[in-house]
């Protein structure tokens, strides 16, 4: 850098790469966060499953997976969990501590942490589904993070898949 005038620097640019934004595929990825007794999702999440306005969870304690289908605000087990008009970068935070109380257990967490994981998209019948596998997570212990996700985990989310 070279200083030409009072506060004018030159700058060459000879050698200088642009990073590709795949690179920062962790922030395009959906996101479900877990923390003491609420859940949260991303921007990207609410727009995977196209703003919808209610969903149905479904979980598998063994597999450490948690399903989320969009389903009709009316339909049993549904959880309203956005309001599709709304113009946030998040969902809502969901209460649902007894839930949580038992999938704290059933996953040896401590509950003092926030864990959150990315999402694949699959699709079934023509409908997006996201399934985030907690058998790969991130540990936060509020702004510090404590336990990384694997590394191969975020290039995997992005190819999503089919349910059958």
Same mark, same amino acid.
């Given at each position: 850098?070279?200083?030409?005038?009072?506060?004018?620097?030159?700058?060459?640019?000879?050698?200088?790469?642009?990073?590709?934004?795949?690179?920062?595929?962790?922030?395009?990825?959906?996101?479900?966060?877990?923390?003491?007794?609420?859940?949260?999702?991303?921007?990207?999440?609410?727009?995977?499953?196209?703003?919808?306005?209610?969903?149905?969870?479904?979980v598998n304690k063994d597999a450490q997976h948690i399903l989320i289908r969009p389903v009709?605000?009316?339909?049993?087990?549904?959880?309203?969990?956005?309001?599709?008009?709304?113009?946030?970068?998040? &969902?809502?935070?969901?209460?649902?501590? !007894? +839930?949580?109380?038992?999938? /704290?257990?059933? =996953? @040896?967490?401590?509950?003092?942490?926030?864990?959150?994981?990315?999402?694949?998209?699959?699709? &079934?019948?023509?409908?997006?589904?996201? !399934? +985030?596998?907690?058998?790969? /997570?991130?540990? =936060? @212990?509020?702004?510090?993070?404590?336990?990384?996700?694997?590394?191969?985990?975020?290039?995997? &989310?992005?190819?999503?898949?089919?349910?059958?």
């Amino acid at each position: 850098m070279k200083k030409s005038g009072s506060d004018i620097f030159e700058i060459n640019l000879d050698g200088v790469q642009t990073l590709q934004s795949d690179c920062f595929t962790r922030t395009q990825l959906p996101m479900l966060s877990i923390c003491k007794s609420n859940i949260q999702f991303n921007l990207q999440a609410l727009e995977a499953l196209q703003k919808c306005k209610a969903i149905r969870m479904l979980v598998n304690k063994d597999a450490q997976h948690i399903l989320i289908r969009p389903v009709h605000p009316r339909s049993k087990d549904a959880i309203l969990w956005t309001n599709p008009e709304a113009k946030t970068n998040m &969902s809502p935070e969901l209460e649902c501590g !007894l +839930f949580l109380k038992q999938l /704290y257990n059933a =996953w @040896d967490w401590n509950p003092e942490y926030r864990y959150q994981t990315g999402g694949r998209i699959l699709h &079934s019948d023509k409908q997006a589904m996201l !399934l +985030f596998d907690f058998s790969e /997570y991130e540990v =936060w @212990d509020e702004f510090t993070q404590v336990k990384g996700i694997h590394p191969g985990f975020l290039e995997e &989310s992005k190819t999503g898949g089919t349910v059958k």
